[in-house]
């Protein structure tokens, strides 16, 4: 169980085009998902919260006009990176939580998507 | 500022041999203390979440101890495997919500 799908896994773009990234629990309910960014050799770091039906909740320093979240089901989150440049070729990760209690605090991961911009 | 620390070196070790990894944190007062593993390009995998209260918790191999006091948690891979190569990252929850901080991990390479 808890199973996320993360699509595409591979991307690669021209600068100054958008690219949406999915993100989809495929077997439970998530009631909040986050999309992470990670450069290689480094840590994942957040970019922004998102719950079902409301606005996302972007950390310090990440453009919300730039990385556009949507979060219309409970099954669905997209990141779309608008007008990419290459220096947002990274990793990007979703990842969702569902459960209650202490298993809220545990996230259920994507396989991650590959953007390069060149 | 709110500081996650892991072991930025490598650490390689035998076949059967017990792997420790250190994650200690400054300015956090965690309810619980959660352990993943990530595979290169891949997203990260939960193994373990250990609780404030709890100063030890296992899972098959694997075995997680918290000291609240030391600000530490130790995370412990008995009779490693070559499998168990990858990178290790410790999490704490963030101030807000139910959003993660991850450490930088340290990467484990078990050798035959």
């Known amino acids: 169980g808890a199973v996320v799908s993360q699509h595409p896994s591979r991307v690669i773009c021209k600068s100054g085009t958008s690219v949406k990234i999915e993100c989809r629990s495929l077997?439970?309910?998530?009631?909040?998902m986050f999309w992470y960014r990670q450069f290689p050799k480094q840590s994942l770091m957040l970019m922004a919260t998102?719950?079902?039906?409301?606005?996302?909740?972007?950390e310090q320093g990440v453009e919300k006009d730039k990385f556009l979240i949507n979060h219309a089901s409970l099954t669905l989150s997209t990141l779309t990176v608008t007008s990419a440049h290459p220096e947002d070729s990274s990793f990007y990760i979703c990842s969702a939580t569902g459960g209650q209690g202490a298993a809220k605090n545990i996230q259920y991961f994507g396989a991650g998507t590959r953007l390069s911009v060149l | 500022s709110q500081k996650i620390e892991q072991n930025s070196e490598a650490l390689n070790i035998q076949e059967g041999k017990t792997a420790t990894l250190t994650c200690n944190y400054t300015?956090?007062?965690?309810?619980?203390l959660q352990w993943y593993r990530q595979d290169p390009g891949r997203g990260p995998v939960f193994l373990l979440l250990?609780?404030?209260?709890?100063k030890e918790k296992r899972k098959e191999r694997l075995k997680v101890t918290f000291d609240t006091t030391l600000k530490q948690s130790l995370f412990h891979i008995t009779a490693s495997q070559p499998a168990d190569s990858a990178t290790y990252l410790c999490?704490?929850?963030?101030?807000?919500?139910?959003?993660?901080?991850f450490g930088k991990g340290t990467s484990l390479l078990v050798t035959p």
């Open positions: 300015n956090y007062s965690p309810a619980y």
């Open positions: 999490a704490l929850v963030a101030n807000s919500g139910y959003a993660l901080n």
């Open positions: 250990i609780r404030e209260n709890e």
């Open positions: 998102s719950n079902e039906g409301s606005k996302a909740t972007y």
């Open positions: 077997d439970f309910q998530a009631t909040t």
